[in-house]
């Protein structure tokens, strides 16, 4: 299957900071997905994105769709606590969905 | 409606055992995945269903045994499971084709092998 590269693989930041993790793969996908999982739960959809070089935000993320289709990154602005988390970006295509090795985020208050 | 029930929520089983995990999504998405996770690595793929059929299959052992009877409901049969089987297992959906739209999880079944 593809592989997908994702980085960094953890942060530690202060509240109030900004944030910016990143995906990449050798092949193209027609979708990026971007979720955050708690422990012990499923990953919860944050963004999806669906045409290259696609912006969209959703409140204090923001994400992009790479132009050549094989990355896209996720920033997250005035960071909180409760970002808390693992993000983990996802590729899709042909019914065929790939995990990056996710970035653990801490935020210290 | 976005959501995606998997039942149960944790299971523990005995190495001879026979058990299933059940998955459920009303959204009309026609392709729904089974991914594996262990602690702090990513969702892994397991199997994917497009409109009911077995399209892809990650070479993952025959003591898991998916099935899908019909498009709102995906089964994940378990036999002679060895320990290092047990992790967190995840059902997902999307609308399937060449271009798939938002994916769905549930929250998981902790699976234990004892």
């Known amino acids: 299957g593809q592989q997908l590269n994702q980085s960094p693989q953890s942060m530690f930041i202060q509240e109030g900071e900004d944030v910016s993790m990143n995906c990449t793969s050798s092949?193209?996908?027609?979708?990026w997905l971007w979720y955050k999982q708690d422990p012990g739960e499923g990953p919860v959809l944050l963004i999806a994105?669906?045409?290259?070089?696609e912006l969209t935000s959703n409140g204090r993320l923001t994400a992009q769709f790479g132009i050549t289709r094989k990355d896209s990154f996720l920033n997250i602005s005035a960071s909180i606590p409760s970002d808390v988390g693992i993000y983990f970006c996802a590729g899709s295509r042909n019914n065929d969905m790939r995990f990056g090795a996710g970035t653990r985020l801490t935020v210290k208050p | 409606d976005t959501e995606v029930t998997q039942t149960p929520k944790h299971l523990v089983m005995g190495m001879t055992n026979k058990k299933s995990l059940k998955c459920e999504q009303h959204m009309g998405h026609r392709a729904m995945y089974w991914y594996k996770q262990k602690a702090k690595k990513p969702p892994e793929l397991m199997f994917v269903?497009?409109?009911?059929?077995?399209?892809i299959n990650e070479s993952v052992p025959s003591r898991f045994s998916p099935e899908c009877p019909n498009s709102s409901l995906l089964n994940l049969h378990l036999h002679a499971l060895q320990p290092e089987d047990s992790a967190l297992y995840l059902c997902a959906s999307t609308t399937a084709g060449g271009w798939n739209t938002e994916a769905f999880f549930g929250q998981g079944t902790r699976l234990t092998v004892v």
């Open positions: 994105l669906y045409k290259a070089g």
């Open positions: 092949s193209i996908f027609n979708t």
């Open positions: 269903y497009s409109y009911e059929k077995l399209s």
